[in-house]
């Protein structure tokens, strides 16, 4: 069984430029999440979807984050412009059933320059 | 709020010892999930175990073992003979029952297992 994918697995850019990341998840898997890691930190939630509907987006900052799901399978998390801070690693996860063990993927690493 | 902390920042063995990786967390919820990720240096996050607030027993999987302590607050996990392959960083995190189910991770123990 595949795992979840993501890509790109690296991405350096300029500041204020904007980024894509793309998550596909798990076969079946109807709860997607997306996570922040800043390096020597555990992830932190930016956005959960169940099936299309964004259900917990409070901590994604919508001034410059923006994420779709349109058709309740893959995933992409967008930042535009991106600045300094955002620099870290941005993780998709998905679950089977709300509250069901989460099943990462190998993140995309961002580099803002 | 939720809060998970993880005290040991670092921690490095010889190969063989025995290492117990300590998790204290915080929850005002009296349902809840518990578990152990490993982040090996690839970056993806392995899930090892979850642990429902209901079942206080202890587990055991192979080298690897969870001791979980409603009294303390704690949800301890140590490795047996260990190996150079056990190299990583380990995540504890927490989750409500209901609700928002995301997780709250502590900040990691970076474990090197020296040959």
Known sequence: EAGVVQSPRYKIIEKKQPVAFWCNPISGHNTLYWYLQNLGQGPELLIRYENE??????QLPKDRFSAERLKGVDSTLKIQPAELGDSAVYLCASSFVMGGEQFFGPGTRLTVL | AQKVTQA?????????????????????????????????????LVFLIRRNSFDEQNEISGRYSW???KSTSSFNFTITASQVVDSAVYFCALSEAGGAQKLVFGQGTRLTINP
């Open chain 1, 53 to 58: 509907e964004a259900v917990d987006d409070s």
């Open chain 2, 8 to 44: 040991q920042t670092e921690i490095s063995v010889v190969e063989k010892e025995d290492v117990t990786l300590d998790c204290v967390y915080e929850t005002r919820d009296t349902t809840y999930y518990l578990f152990w990720y490993k982040q090996p240096p690839s970056g993806e």
């Open chain 2, 67 to 69: 001791n979980f302590q």
